[in-house]
């Protein structure tokens, strides 16, 4: 009985899901195969899965959707900056390392393309988004743990279960503490992926139909947000703080009455993670509140390991110049181990421009920020349901705190803020094909027939 249930649409999600959010990306291959990540394995049965029933089931229909150009912008560029530097990397030995990369990725990004073809309902979407809040939530609730205790359970999955530890996990620290790690591969990581399921999480607060009643939906859902932005606070990272004031500046000019809603229910967290951590949240907020320090401290160690962003920034333009379309190509700044020839950034678009040049930085642009205004346009019309512009708002508030976050963290190399931020675009997908059929007043049913628009098991968006 369980595996026809693992191979239905919620069964497949579910997989999906838990293996992003608990299980680190990069840490763990399964036991005697080293390069049978856990996600790989994932993703290539659900791609062939998805394969054998549009072969074998004529009812089956591929589900369209208005980001897939986006999406294969970034591996196509890639691999132009692969080719147009072939020679170079060979020479450096850095051809099969690049080649394995633009593999890996484009196989990250088939993530987006999976997600689509199962979220093809209301009810489908909305059970996806409560699988990575609630997933999201529980691992906010271990950094708690982890913080009082030291143990953090998930990088020690292979205690439990038949996975090989293959990377050990980094001690990164800032105000003479241990950052909070969770299930992500970095502090800033993990802050990043837990807001950018904060809207979300709000949203389901309000138009989720699971829990049925509405006070104990509202304390479970904004329950999970306040475990989130304490985890965040936990992290020590200052990106998720930027992330929260982008998503305050997108209501204030689109839904001042959902931003002040929020900011009443943001009140309480705020007093419960001073009265918890008040050493961690006073030197949050210090460092924020004296701007010329926080510049300079950008601009330290220029040329050293670890430097300030705005050091990086001006010899990395100016190296940029040398490469300007292609880069040096993808794979070849090394950064980490005995073989790292490059600085770390800390800046996604930065580091994109210097490997894959020009055409690999429009096609990241293109990527986070295209979604994310096209999401909000959706929000702005007036024709929507309530759920439909809200779920819109949510999305759209997610998508532009990710695309912002990219400037201060190498967003693609941690691969668990791409594989959430994907299946959310999934969903955006989703909505976008939806509404517009709304608007025509049919829909296509999961069959690919057509019907009233109704569903079987309403989500948000039906029931809203």
Known sequence: MLIPRLTTPSGLLTVLALTVLWIPAGRYSVVGAPAALPWRLVVLGMLLLLF???ALDRSASWRPSPFVLVVLAVPVTGLLSLLANVWSLDADNFLVPGTLAVVQGTLLLTIF???????TTSWAADWLLRLLVVGAGIVAL???WERATGFNIFINLHQFLPLQLIADAPVVSRFGTVRALGSAN???ALSVMLVMLLPVAAFLARHSPWPRTRPLRLLVFLGLASAMVLAAVLTGSRTFVVMVGVMMGVLLLLDRAVLGRMLVAAVPVGVVALLAVPGTVLNLVSSFTDPSALIESQYSSPGWRGSGRLADLGPSLVQAQDHLWFGTGVGSRIVTGAEANAQILDNQYLSTLLESGL???LALLGLL????????RLAWGRDLRPAERHLALALGCAFLGYAVSAFFFDAMAFQQTVMV????????SWLRVSV??????RELDAAGGTEPVRETREGPVAAG
């Open 359 to 361: 055409l690999g930085l």
């Open 52 to 54: 054998l029933r549009l």
């Open 113 to 119: 393309v999976v997600t689509r073809q199962l979220v």
């Open 421 to 428: 931020f994907l299946m959310l675009l999934a969903v955006a």
């Open 142 to 144: 271990s950094v708690g």
């Open 369 to 376: 920020f295209g979604p994310a205004f096209m999401t909000l």
């Open 436 to 441: 517009g059929r709304h608007r025509t007043g």
């Open 186 to 188: 970095h502090p800033i």
